[in-house]
DNA sequence: GGGGAAGCCATTTTT
DNA sequence: TGGCTTCCCC
């Protein structure tokens, strides 16, 4: 288990049990070590399965994780807390609902349904959302329940302030009454209980010996908070003495923390270094990933921030290929050189999916994706619209949910009149008074409208009852069956012309639900089954390995979780489809070319990876420039992306850019001026530095030594017989941005026809001709 | 209630 | 420029 570990690895893996921060550079090995660590723990005896809580941040990361351990030790790993964030504190909320004031089977809003949810408080309450738009009142209650704050810790300086602090708390009041939680509330609520409920921390606070956290550059206020309740720190923040809790091992890496905009703090390290009096810190900087070339690059160029806790990768790999950096005239230009270059490489046997598009900002992919679809080239663009968000599955959903719990009216609203029938905004407006004046639901209040808009909703209503008394006692999969018919959904999208994608989803949700439940432990994310099953055991805490071990070590006769009826499969599979989101599945399976933006390649590594769009404005971003630390975030994002790359790293920028239906003339990024320039090797040639334009340097051949190496595709044929736009050096031209400036030197035909031209108030620049509007100046 | 026109917005995203 | 939401009319 232990033998293939580096020296700093081993040291992680077999850390005395105290507080620890572990910094784990990019490809360092991590998740080997956090994984190992877990199981070296187990098969010590130094803890049984039950008490180790492992968090992380995505389910793909816990999966993961699972799936290791499981290959290490003959552990149920799927009854071991494990999870996300939001999984666990789902997990706890279920096992103690009475606690928390919960219904058992409360349901979960995803960000849609409670954009949804806002909506709707806001026509009902007549509030102008002109003056508080539905966005950002979400926005401001997702921000404040990641702080901590419910509506009484704030107060508010104006009129507006106090408005919407007050929208927050009737927010929270409909919620409470419709029974569900959004995603900030799992967190929020099972803080409170834990920080309100003695003997239930004190439980927890026992249970778990090991706390381990994944990501930890990523974790807000409220997450670290969580962590600290459990982990016994926060009662010293309060004055009282410490709880008898386990050791928390942080795992992290802040030259990786890019997600500040969402609320990450970075902070929360140091502040772990200092309140938990952390005396173990260990680096791991051993990356087995990518090239001496690119590591240079991207430990060049992380130097250039501050306030870094301190860390250099290093590899045993040699160099490896120079790290390619290439010019060219348009976003067009950039994305045909990206294809043809990928052409090359996959002629030279690397798969497609181990080549990687990465840019900035998602409008990018655009131009990315008619090249590679006009070549015939196979992608995959990830991001986008996922399995359960999509419109026909959250409208089966939605149905399903209904079934659990009538007083969802998120989920009445949306399938009230969905398939049509006959019920307009009229009867729902009706309804929706009613529903306020007795202060019930939707559901209650139809019985209270009289005439043809209430006889519709009463067959509705009705309808919806029926599928219930239907539906119960059968298998998830005959419920949803059933559903699909009962609700109209399925008849709906048959007879809808563009309709079959939708259907073949709606069957594919037949087939999630089917899996979900012959899955081995099904449902365990969502069913309280770790305490029901051992959490009550009076047994003495079993040593080693034993499969069907207690999954607590100390006897807990104090603490007993809510019973009650089980969680219905049903419930359940609600439950794992607003945490998990599922796969974006466009594409999937295929060995394609893998396109997405920085961000979501994070944790993700490739053979050979493109940068697109390496200019300023663009990354770094421009909006970044307003933001605290912004530039620092964006040189972080592109570290994150030099370190996906394992053999080839190819970074471009283009002179010219169409960004919402406007021509940008772009300078190079001044992150090159942060690489090492033996690191690099400019296919196009360089120019002087960074912002200065290209002045002096003739654009000569492309003549490449490629050695082995796939050579570029030369951009931009020099240009010799007569040129058709009619230029010539030492004209004098206008431009619509730049004003009047003088042709230096023209090259390329046609469509790359591009001319240098020298503009006295904006320097020397290199004007697509094909694409910048320019006048000949008599 | 559906469809077309007009208006609005445009980093990054998981749960 | 283009994708998405909202609004208005039939």
Known sequence: MLRQLNPEQLAAVTLPQEHALILAGAGSGKTRVLTTRIAWLMATGQVSPGGILAVTFTNKAAKE???RLGAMLPVNVRGMWIGTFHGLCNRFLRAHYKLAALPQSFQILDTQDQLSAIKRLLKQLNIDDERFPPKQLQWYISGNKEEGLRPHNLTGRDEDTRKKIELYRLYDEQCQREGVVDFAELLLRSYELLRDNDPIREHYQRRFRHILIDEFQD?????????????????????????????????????????????ARVGNMADFVREFEVRQQIKLE??????????????????????????????????????????????????????????????????????????????????????????????????????????????????????????????????????????????????????????????????????????????FVARVDVLREQTAGLTLREIIEQVLEGSGLLEHYKADREGADRVENLEELVNAAESFV?????????????????????????????????????????????????????????????????????????????????????????????????????????????????????????????TRARDRLYLS????????????????????????????????????????????????????????????????????????????????????KFGEGTVNLLEGNGDDARAQIDFPRHGVKWLALAVAKLTPVP
Not at 692 to 721: D, H, V, Y
Request: glycine fraction near 10%; hydrophobic fraction near 35%; charged fraction near 20%.
């Open 653 to 736: 920028f283009s002179q010219t850019r169409l960004l919402h239906g406007q021509t940008r003339y772009n300078l190079r990024s001044r992150f090159f001026e942060e690489l090492p320039e033996d690191a690099l090797k400019w296919i196009t040639p360089r120019q002087s530095g960074f912002g200065m334009g290209s002045r002096g340097t003739a654009p000569g051949r492309f003549g490449i030594e490629a050695g082995n190496f796939p050579s570029a595709a030369a951009p931009l044929p020099p240009q010799k017989a007569a040129p058709s736009h009619g230029l010539r050096a030492g004209m004098k031209v206008f431009h619509t």
């Open 65 to 67: 994780m699972m799936t």
């Open 286 to 459: 051993q990356n087995y990933r990518s090239h001496g070339n690119i590591l240079d690059s991207a430990n060049a160029l992380i130097e250039h921030n501050s306030r870094r806790l301190g860390k250099n990768l290093r590899t045993d790999q040699g160099p490896g290929e120079p790290v390619r950096v290439v010019e060219q005239a348009s976003d067009f230009a950039e994305a045909q050189w990206m294809v043809d270059e990928i052409r090359q490489l996959v002629r030279d046997g690397v798969p497609r999916k181990e080549i990687a598009i990465l840019y900035r900002s998602n409008a990018q992919s655009r131009v990315i994706e008619t090249a590679l679809f006009n070549a015939g080239m196979p992608y995959r663009v990830y991001g986008g619209l996922r399995f359960f968000e999509r419109a026909e599955i959250k409208h089966a959903l939605a149905y399903l949910r209904l079934l659990e719990n009538r007083h969802d009216d998120t989920s009445f609203l949306r399938v009230v009149n969905f398939p049509p029938r006959g019920i307009g905004a009229r009867s729902i407006e009706q309804l929706q008074d009613a529903a306020r004046t007795h202060g019930c639901s939707l559901h209650d209040a139809v019985s209270s409208l009289s005439g043809k808009a209430g006889s519709n909703l009463t067959a």
């Open 518 to 642: 012959t899955q081995e432990g099904f449902g365990r994310d969502a069913v309280a089954l770790p305490l029901d099953e051992h959490g009550l055991s009076q047994s003495p805490a079993s040593q080693g390995l034993d499969p069907n071990a207690p999954l607590v070590d100390t006897p807990l006769p104090d603490v007993a979780p809510d019973t009650g009826e089980t969680l219905s499969p049903l419930a359940a599979f609600l439950t794992h489809a607003a945490l998990e989101a599922g796969d974006n599945q466009a594409q999937a399976g295929q060995d394609a070319v893998q396109l997405m933006t920085v961000h979501s390649a994070k944790g993700l590594e490739f053979d050979c990876v493109f940068i697109g769009g390496m200019e300023e404005g663009l990354f770094p971003h421009e909006n970044s420039m307003t933001e605290r630390d912004g530039l620092e975030e964006e040189r972080r994002l592109m570290y994150v992306a030099i």
């Open 219 to 263: 974790t807000n206020t409220l997450q670290y908070a969580w962590i600290k309740m459990l982990a016994g720190k926060a009662e010293v923040d309060q004055g009282l003495p410490p709880g008898h809790a386990g050791s928390v091992l942080a795992v992290g890496d802040d030259d990786q923390s890019i997600y500040a905009f969402r609320g």
